[in-house]
């Protein structure tokens, strides 16, 4: 039974002070506002409301943890790219999201959301760019991919898989449906590797695939690196 079948809300932190003791593994679920997200968090949870799903994007706006057993946490992080807010909440975002994701030491990986008809936008190329230092795992998911027919998501599929593979090698991709529910096992099983006993914490190992590099000493400034968040 996959480790997402045991989810639970644990807590919602929207102050760096309020982040829970850093311990286990943590793996962090981010996006593009309206990319399918929340869907997706219920999809591989097999629930119909564990992540809210709203119509309205950016509904998402703290960081939520879900307690998956084990000291085990998928952080569902604030969605990108819509809301238009004042810019001290802007900044207020960017100091959390930029903080946790920086530094944060349980945190062993991340999950990408891209609509699969409008992938690799210039905000996710951003978090892209702005994560790789972390020499952290990406794994992303091209939602809604029942959406195209099966040769139109094998063709963008290998567009962004050409991709990652030129500019971040530590990234792998597959297509997702929440809807007809094409990915969700697959998806469930590298991300359960994640969370197993597989992770190394010396030589960072996460099942059979090793992260490159040593994430100690390689993060980006703070100050002058930050993710893409709402409103930008």
Known sequence: ???????????????????????????????????????????????????????????????????????????????????????????????????????????????????????????DRQMLAWFAPTKKAVHVLLTKSDKLTRQQGQKVLKTVLGFLHESYPQCSVQLFSSTSREGVEEASALLDTWFGSGIDLETEVIGEARVPGSNKGNMPDAKNKKPPVKGE
């Open 1 to 123: 039974m996959s480790v997402f079948q045991n989810a639970t809300f644990y807590t919602t932190v929207n102050e760096l002070r309020d982040l829970p003791v850093p311990v286990g593994v943590e793996i962090a679920f981010a996006g593009r506002s309206n990319a399918g997200k929340s869907s997706a968090i219920n999809a591989l949870a097999n629930r119909n409301r564990l992540a809210f799903v709203s119509k309205t994007p950016g509904r998402t706006q703290h960081l939520n943890f879900f307690r998956l057993g084990n000291d085990r946490f998928l952080v569902d992080l604030p969605g990108y790219g819509y809301a238009k807010v004042p810019a001290e909440v802007r900044r207020h975002w960017e100091r959390l999201l930029g903080t946790y994701l920086q530094t944060r030491q349980s945190l062993h990986g991340m999950v990408l959301i891209m609509d699969i008809r409008h992938p690799l936008t210039p905000l």
